[in-house]
């Protein structure tokens, strides 16, 4: 069973909007329209949590 990301939007200071994913935290799509974000959406993949590379690299972003 496949558990359905879900995602939180943020509007950027330059209009845009970022669709961030509750799952993982990344950025799942940048886009300018609600329409382009759903479309980015359907190709994001999930990090998986639970690998140090994985953590490592949430750290550089969160850095
Ligand atoms: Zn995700």
Same mark, same amino acid.
């Given at each position: 069973?496949? *558990?359905?990301?879900?995602f %939180?939007?943020?509007?950027?200071?330059?209009g845009s !909007?970022?669709?961030i994913c509750?799952?993982? $935290? *990344?950025t799942a799509?940048t %886009?300018?329209t609600?329409e382009a974000?759903?479309? !980015?959406?359907?190709k994001?993949?999930c990090? $998986?949590?639970?690998?140090p590379e994985?953590l490592?690299?949430r750290?550089?972003?969160?850095?």
């Amino acid at each position: 069973m496949q *558990a359905q990301a879900q995602f %939180a939007l943020r509007q950027n200071p330059d209009g845009s !909007l970022d669709s961030i994913c509750l799952s993982c $935290d *990344a950025t799942a799509a940048t %886009a300018t329209t609600d329409e382009a974000l759903r479309e !980015l959406e359907k190709k994001h993949v999930c990090y $998986d949590w639970n690998t140090p590379e994985r953590l490592a690299e949430r750290m550089k972003f969160s850095a």
